[in-house]
Antibody, heavy 120, light 107 residues
């Protein structure tokens, strides 16, 4: 059974760095073609794709946020970490991680999401 | 970045209705279009991938079509559990952009 679970702080102050962890099971990020993406959703708004890391350590970022984002993986721990620097209230959202590349280039399995509020 | 324009932003429907949601890409994306369903407080769920392939376990009343850069999701015979928000997403290139969503509520 494939699962992903996001974790991180519920509250972050403006200008701080946000670190989110996606712990997954049921698949390996060493499998050719596999990847994990981060996607966020501000309350009541649309989904916004943030970043993706692939099995070969290739990394891709949102054009608007690429200067603030870093994605990395630890295959031994089955984890993907996303850091976002210099957060502001506009970064308040539910953050999801999702599997990519398992038989298609869609996000077939998603975590439950973690809500992050940026406020002083 | 490829822009995804989804319409309508909302629609009201009744159980049993046939409804269609549209999504237009700003350039060719070669069938790399996916559809998701999201219910309040839940993560999105993949319905259709590569424009017209039904994800395993998704009811056959959901279908997807494409015509050039125009894509459609059709629900044939709306069920009570289908009242939700639907998003399209292109996977042709990064950044993987989403449409703005279509909320389907009860008439």
């Amino acid at each position: 059974q494939v699962t992903l679970r996001e974790s991180g702080p519920a509250l972050v102050k403006p200008t701080q760095t946000l670190t989110l962890t996606c712990a997954f099971s049921g698949f390996s990020l060493t499998t050719v073609g596999m990847g994990v993406s981060w996607i966020r959703q501000p309350p009541g708004k649309a989904l916004e794709w943030l970043a993706r890391i692939d099995w070969d350590d290739d990394k891709y970022y949102s054009t608007a946020l690429k200067t603030r984002l870093t994605i990395s993986k630890d295959t031994s721990k089955n984890q993907v970490v996303l850091t976002m620097s210099n957060v502001d209230p506009g970064d308040t959202a539910t953050y999801y991680c999702a599997r990519y590349g398992a038989g298609s280039d869609a996000f077939d399995i998603w975590g439950q999401g973690t809500m992050v509020t940026v406020s002083s | 970045d490829i822009q995804m324009t989804q319409s309508p932003s909302s629609l009201s429907a009744s159980v049993g209705d046939r409804l269609t949601i549209s999504c237009r890409a700003s350039q060719s994306i070669n069938s790399h279009l996916n559809w998701y369903q999201q219910k309040p407080g839940k993560a999105p769920k993949l319905l259709i991938y590569e424009a017209s392939s039904l994800q395993r376990g998704v009811p056959s009343r959901f279908s997807g079509t494409e015509s050039g850069t125009d894509f459609s999701l059709t629900i044939s015979g709306l069920q009570p559990e289908d009242f939700a928000t639907y998003f399209c997403q292109q996977s042709y290139s990064t950044p993987h952009t989403f449409g703005q969503g279509t909320k389907v509520d009860m008439k």
